[in-house]
């Protein structure tokens, strides 16, 4: 029997023998790990690469779905302007709409091919949807204080943030109409003891030779001419 086979057998006998040997000289351990420590590198390569490859894919992955969801919120916020695009266009076609009727009521009431009753509703129903309060006020004036003799007064008071205005729908305003509106204000104020802010006169047409020079006597006389379409802002 060779000397190693010996030695073997008497480790295999006496494994305590070995025991000590590698407690009192570890570095045979290291040595023989360092061996067969290639073998694990590569596997740990592999496994390494492996994990890569997934990670990549998972990036991949995690990036496509976060595309997707910003595609989703770039075209919900595309649907919000659109919307809001469509509801602008749809009041304006609305306001554009309401002024045409306007001014073609005022046109027919002028003409007496529709009713001045119709005009006047459709400029309340536009300080109305302004958020204006509009109050129609009628009395009957016993002493004559508006047109000189008893007769029966009608006047849209609107109110709005507190403001108090004597407004005076009509689908044709002529010069001698100012002094009846002023008057009409008064009496309200005296009659109902409330404090008016504004004078305002809403009309489609200016029935004179001079519209500029009516406009501007009743700036003197403190009452505002509007057109309909610019009673919403009065």
Avoid: C
């Avoid at 306007?102 to 091919?113: F, I, P, S, T, V």
């Avoid at 002023?182 to 001079?210: C, P």
């Amino acid at each position: 029997m060779s000397l190693a086979e010996e030695v073997k057998r008497v480790l295999l006998e006496h494994p305590e023998i070995l025991v000590e040997v590698l407690t009192a000289r570890p570095q045979i351990i290291y040595e023989a790990l360092s061996k067969i420590t290639p073998w694990e590198r590569l596997a740990t390569r592999e496994d390494v690469e492996a994990v890569r490859r997934e990670t990549e894919a998972l990036r991949k992955e995690i990036a496509d779905v976060r595309e997707k969801v910003a595609t989703k919120e770039e075209l919900k916020a595309l649907e919000e302007r659109m919307t809001a695009g469509f509801e602008a266009v749809y009041k304006e076609i609305r306001a554009l709409e309401r002024r045409l009727n306007l001014r073609l009521e005022a046109l027919g009431a002028r003409w007496g091919l529709a009713s001045e009753d119709a005009f006047r509703e459709g400029v309340r129903e536009l300080l109305r949807e302004a958020g204006y309060a509009v109050e129609k006020w009628v009395y009957f004036d016993s002493e004559g204080h508006v047109y000189g003799h008893p007769s029966e007064v009608e006047l849209d008071v609107v109110v709005k943030d507190g403001v108090v205005m004597a407004v005076e729908i009509t689908a044709a305003l002529k010069r001698g109409d100012l002094q009846v509106v002023r008057r009409k204000a008064e009496l309200y104020q005296r009659v109902s003891g409330r404090r008016i802010d504004k004078i305002i006169v809403v009309t489609a047409f200016i029935h004179d030779r001079n519209p500029a020079l009516v406009v501007a006597v009743a700036e003197k006389m403190g009452i505002r001419v509007v057109k309909p379409e610019e009673a919403e802002n009065v």
